[in-house]
């Protein structure tokens, strides 16, 4: 050993690649910086694991990155930790990827933090699961985000980081993650980053987010989510939404839901939420929401329901609210469109009573059909007013009972559109009162079918508007019965259209 020590480094040098496996490993130990310096790379790639793993942290600091280099990639875990520690930047910035990714996880704890700024991006990268898990806090802590970039990272390599080491990454760090990456992050994860640095997360990273590591969000986490990364969330993993996450939900993440995404939270899930988160859910989000979800609604939360966000509701998710319907208050009624009424049950309709009923506009009233009608209590289409029944078409018209119009105000009753008349059957006609007969205009008697005027009885024909019997088309007194006819009554433009059998039976 105190031979190899007084070689000098020509001396050293000029020894064969042959002879220098034959130097034992405590004379490699003994060799100074400036003689490991002297020797080429030939000489460094032909040092055995035994010899490599007598290289001191003197001699390591002789190690040119050239020479590093030169240690086979199988080799380089023979390296010892007290001796990789004294490596500058340089030397650590010139190790091949394959090195790299071969050195084991307590080689890399071991090396300085300085020395790991010299690593590059690629290098980082090319660092396998097993030496990328060795990186310290300080370590990590001193990669700039250039240097590591968590989005250039593989899945294995960020499930390999710990949860102190996810705690430690910056805002900066975090951000560079992307959609495809994210996935690779581990659910203990999310919750060592903290609420603090939550809000660093790119939105659009967060479309890779599953439901799993969502549900591992800490309820302080989801408290201060921004709306903008809520929106980005799809709705499978919002599906994941534990109970209590669901309640810690805000005005500001409520903000966030989009009709798409607003279809993961089941009905148990929505009916958590406070009646001023519902009322902060933007209306285009209920063009997603289904009947099943509406269901699980709060009488509160139901008076936290704007008109605007029930305009949005589908006809085929309305049925959801069932007859607490009636618990709306008229303003909010007021966001039923013809768009959604269809899909209104009779007793979601007779749920509103008379009073509410007035919230229905024209439009809503002609978007009934004939079997909803047919629903209605009495009293309420006695509540109707004009504006309504002149709204009221042939198909919903058919769905009145006798009983139904016969409620109908005699002031209003002229309303009804010429063309929903002519759709009035015979019996319906002969269901009105003669003072609601008297209230039909002369155009709406000219509109009855003939057939529902000649099955009147004969006191109320001449009970027919004004005019009574005057007020008849030909065709309609063409069907009237001989005991019927009022001569008298009749114009010479009528009189036309009296049949051979009228006539003969005057």
Do not use: H
């Not at 005699?410 to 209230?439: D, E, F, K, R, V």
Request: no cysteine.
């Amino acid at each position: 050993t105190a031979n190899i020590q007084g070689l000098s480094a020509t001396q050293l040098a000029a020894v064969g690649t042959a002879n220098i496996t034959a130097i034992d490993e405590a004379d490699i130990t003994a060799l100074g910086s400036l003689q490991l310096r002297a020797l080429d790379g030939l000489q460094v790639a032909a040092l055995s694991t035994l010899q490599l793993a007598a290289i001191s942290s003197v001699g390591m600091r002789g190690l040119t990155p050239a020479l590093l280099k030169q240690i086979d990639s199988t080799k380089i875990v023979a390296l010892q930790s007290q001796a990789l520690a004294v490596l500058n930047a340089e030397q650590l910035g010139g190790l091949t990827t394959a090195q790299l990714d071969g050195l084991t996880t307590s080689q890399v704890a071991a090396l300085a933090s300085l020395s790991i700024r010299g690593l590059s991006t690629s290098q980082i990268q090319a660092m396998g699961i097993v030496s990328f898990a060795g990186l310290t806090n300080a370590q990590l802590v001193s990669l700039s985000t250039s240097d590591l970039n968590l989005g250039a990272l593989s899945s294995l390599q960020l499930k390999g980081l710990s949860t102190t080491q996810y705690a430690n990454l910056s805002e900066a760090q975090l951000q560079a993650l992307s959609a495809a990456t994210i996935a690779g992050v581990p659910v203990e994860a999310f919750q060592a980053i903290g609420a603090t640095k939550i809000t660093a997360f790119e939105a659009q990273d967060l479309v890779g987010l599953s439901s799993t590591q969502l549900r591992g969000f800490a309820t302080a986490q989801i408290e201060v989510l921004l709306s903008a990364q809520v929106t980005a969330l799809s709705s499978a993993a919002i599906k994941g939404l534990a109970i209590q996450q669901v309640a810690a939900l805000g005005t500001k993440q409520a903000l966030g839901f989009t009709l798409s995404n607003i279809r993961g939270l089941g009905p148990e899930q929505l009916s958590n939420l406070s009646g001023i988160v519902v009322n902060s859910l933007p209306s285009a989000a209920f063009l997603g929401v289904n009947s099943a979800q509406l269901s699980g609604l709060s009488a509160a939360q139901l008076g936290q329901l704007s008109s605007t966000q029930l305009s949005s509701v589908v006809a085929a998710a309305i049925t959801g609210l069932g007859t607490n319907l009636g618990l709306l208050n008229t303003a909010q009624l007021q966001g039923l469109t013809s768009r959604n009424v269809p899909g209104l049950s009779t007793s979601q309709l007779v749920s509103l009573g008379t009073a509410k009923l007035a919230a229905l506009d024209a439009s809503d009233i002609a978007a009934l059909k004939s079997s909803q009608f047919a629903g209605f209590a009495p009293d309420q289409v006695g509540a109707l007013s004009a504006a309504q029944l002149k709204a009221l078409t042939p198909d919903g018209l058919r769905g009145l009972s006798t009983t139904q119009l016969r409620q109908i105000d005699t002031s209003n009753i002229n309303a009804l559109s010429t063309q929903a008349l002519s759709a009035l059957s015979a019996t319906q006609l002969a269901g009105l009162s003669s003072t609601q007969l008297q209230a039909f205009g002369d155009d709406q008697v000219v509109a009855l079918p003939s057939a529902a005027v000649g099955a009147l009885p004969t006191q109320l024909i001449g009970s027919l508007g004004v005019l009574g019997m005057g007020g008849l088309r030909p065709d309609q007194i063409a069907v009237l019965s001989t005991s019927d006819l009022r001569i008298a009554q009749l114009s010479s433009a009528q009189a036309v259209g009296l049949t051979t059998a009228q006539v003969s039976n005057l």
